[in-house]
């Protein structure tokens, strides 16, 4: 097993212990090259996004994260992508698309920051993901935790239908339509989520609503 492979495994035993979720709709992640982005609450979300394929994830992360000798460690091991803070690293940018033009995936928080706030469904954007899924013609796939991550309380994470940016292909893009583009993507990841509980609802209504109809039935026998 490669050092990717264990280390995969052994934060997922954790995590599945202390911060458990259940995956839902990770068969929709093809093989071969994508980005996977999603919603940020802690630092241990990446484990949800490795997990919906068995194809090795390129993180990119936070330049910081790699001073850390630990945690430095562990983003060597995973061939993760540093970035400054600012997001505008042309290496990080000529790196992930190496990755993806050679077939691989790659992952981020285009939140760019965890979420710490009590009702705010997804931070602004930073621009990255959808720029990087344009220019190498790959499919976008979110990957959305229902709600905030509780210690030893389940949660689900939903992965939504791929982003299909194909009608940027091609194209001399201005920054208007790059901005427009990761506004469709917010507007995907935020949908995600809301079809997903949308259809929960509407499936337990239909369960009641049956219910009903046989006791009116028996009722009426």
Same mark, same amino acid.
């Given at each position: 097993m490669s050092g990717y492979g264990f280390l995969k495994k052994v934060l997922n035993a954790f995590v599945q212990i202390v911060f458990p979720y259940k995956l839902v709709g990770k068969?929709?992640?093809?093989?071969?090259?994508?980005? %996977?982005?999603?919603?940020?609450? $802690?630092?241990? @979300?990446?484990?949800? =996004?490795?997990?919906?394929?068995?194809?090795?994830?390129?993180?990119?992360?936070?330049?910081?994260?790699?001073?850390?000798?630990? %945690?430095? &460690?562990?983003?060597?091991?995973?061939?993760? %992508?540093?970035? *400054?803070? @600012?997001?505008?690293d042309a290496k990080a940018v000529l790196a992930a698309l190496r990755y993806l033009k050679k077939g691989e995936k790659i992952a981020m928080f285009p939140e760019g920051t965890r979420n710490k706030t009590k009702d705010v469904e997804l931070l602004p954007l930073k621009s990255g993901a959808a720029l990087f899924a344009i220019r190498a013609k790959v499919p976008v796939y979110p990957v =959305?935790?229902?709600?905030?991550?509780?210690?030893f309380r389940r949660t689900k994470v939903i992965v939504g239908d791929a982003v299909d940016? *194909?009608?940027?292909? @091609? $194209?001399?893009?201005?920054?208007?339509?790059?901005?427009?583009?990761?506004? =469709?993507? $917010?507007?995907?990841?935020?949908?995600?989520?809301? @079809? &997903?509980l949308a259809a929960q609802e509407a499936a337990r209504a239909e369960k009641r609503a049956r219910k009903n109809r046989k006791k009116a039935e028996r009722g009426g026998e």
């Open positions: 068969e929709k992640v093809q093989a071969g090259a994508c980005v %996977i982005v999603g919603n940020h609450y $802690r630092i241990w @979300d990446i484990v949800h =996004m490795a997990c919906v394929t068995r194809e090795r994830v390129h993180f990119i992360a936070k330049q910081e994260l790699f001073e850390n000798k630990f %945690i430095g &460690y562990l983003c060597k091991v995973v061939e993760a %992508i540093p970035v *400054s803070r @600012d997001g505008t =959305m935790c229902l709600r905030k991550t509780r210690l940016f *194909s009608a940027y292909y @091609d $194209r001399h893009m201005s920054s208007d339509e790059y901005a427009e583009a990761e506004n =469709m993507l $917010r507007e995907r990841m935020l949908a995600t989520r809301r @079809d &997903y």
